[in-house]
């Protein structure tokens, strides 16, 4: 069974990111554990004088949900050609301690919608560079979400072809996780 | 082509570690930025007139003097430490140009990318060290493209410039040790 933590970027009630992951929970295949995390807004701002041990709970809550996945499925909103304050404030967070952080080497795949017409493509670029930076496996995947508010009904996603991207997605993910798995069986 | 001159009496000969390095420079922002490895394994090997070679190295044993540092230069962005733990250079036949010069055309490995690589240095001559082995000095040099190797990352500079050059030369000064007839 392959564990994927799914991170929304957007906090809203009815957001199409959260849509869009619990879309992905939906389409997970069998052999995929989806969980998704709901604690983004209680992370407090980064401040080195509160990165003491121990960290804050809600911090240490993300960190360990973060450590028991076998990856870790993003999917971000675009604020101003960039994620969410509050998104890459949580990574700052977990990016500490640099060389041992939670999701260092950890597979991870960045996907998004806005009601825009480009699917937040540019939000998505920018969390795969920070990612990247962080030392997590970042997959050489995009799934940008556009015009989100004609896609979703009642928060169900509405869309066959968006769906089949997200199990592709999902899927590759899955595929890394594994791969990684029988890597370090062999090492 | 097979050599006429070898580097080495026949036999097998075995790295002495302590007394050996493989770092690399680079050129970084204004100056070059160096490093090594500190896990290195090599064995030469000399029958018949050819002087076969082949070495490693731990991707995870590599030193920067910087915890962070090391832990960026393992992750996917540079070497990948976790899929692919080993660099390795193999050479079949590494050739004496005469007056200690030697040459080598060899296969060397990153990231799971094997290219083919020429190698130039120096040999010394046999000598008897003082716990009765002898030993012989062979230093190594070539210059790569890391991007060959899929090491693609960068940071611009204001001016748009690439701050990390593409070639990273790397040296390797080994001593070996004769091993004893068994």
């Known amino acids: ?187 | 082509m097979s050599s006429t001159l070898t580097i080495a009496p026949a036999g097998t000969w075995n790295l002495d570690p302590v007394h050996s390095r493989v770092d690399f420079e680079v050129s970084y922002l204004a100056g070059t930025f160096k490093g090594h490895f500190n896990e290195i394994a090599a064995e030469l090997t000399v029958e018949d007139e050819r002087a076969a070679l082949e070495g490693t190295t731990k991707v995870t044993s590599i030193d920067v003097n910087e915890e962070n540092l090391s832990a960026h230069l393992q992750s996917p962005d540079f070497f990948d430490a976790e899929q692919y733990p080993e660099l390795r250079f193999t050479a079949e036949d590494i050739r004496l140009d005469g007056d200690g010069q030697v040459s080598v055309d060899g296969d060397l490995t990153i990231k799971g990318i094997t290219q083919p690589v020429t190698v130039t240095g120096t040999v010394t001559a046999p000598m008897s060290d003082p716990y009765g082995t002898e030993r012989i000095g062979l230093n190594l040099t070539t210059k790569v493209d890391r991007t060959n190797f899929g090491i693609n990352w960068n940071n611009p500079l204001p001016s748009g410039e690439p701050s990390l050059a593409n070639d990273v030369t790397i040296l390797a000064e080994l001593q070996f040790v004769k091993q004893g007839e068994s």
């Open chain 1, 1 to 187: 069974m392959t564990r994927i933590l799914g991170i929304s970027g957007s906090l809203r009630r009815d957001s199409h990111n959260t849509s869009l992951l619990r879309a992905a929970a939906e389409a997970a295949g069998p052999d995929i554990e989806f969980v998704l995390y709901d604690g983004l807004k209680q992370i407090p701002p980064y401040d080195e004088d509160d990165d003491v041990d121990p960290r804050p709970e809600s911090v240490a809550r993300l960190n360990e949900a973060i450590a028991a996945a076998d990856a870790v499925f993003f999917s971000t909103p675009e604020y101003n050609s960039s994620i969410p304050g509050q998104l890459k404030n949580a990574i700052d967070w977990v990016s500490r301690p640099v060389a041992t952080n939670a999701l260092r080497n950890k597979p991870v795949a960045v996907v998004g919608a806005s009601t825009g017409g480009f699917g937040a493509v540019w939000a998505q670029a920018e969390l795969r560079k920070v990612l990247a930076a962080v030392g997590a496996r970042v997959l050489d995947l995009e799934l940008p979400v556009p015009h989100a508010h004609t896609r979703f009904e009642d928060g169900g996603l509405t869309d066959d072809e968006i769906r089949t991207r997200l199990e592709e997605a999902i899927e590759a993910l899955a595929d890394a996780a594994r791969a990684r798995e029988d890597q370090r069986a062999v090492v």
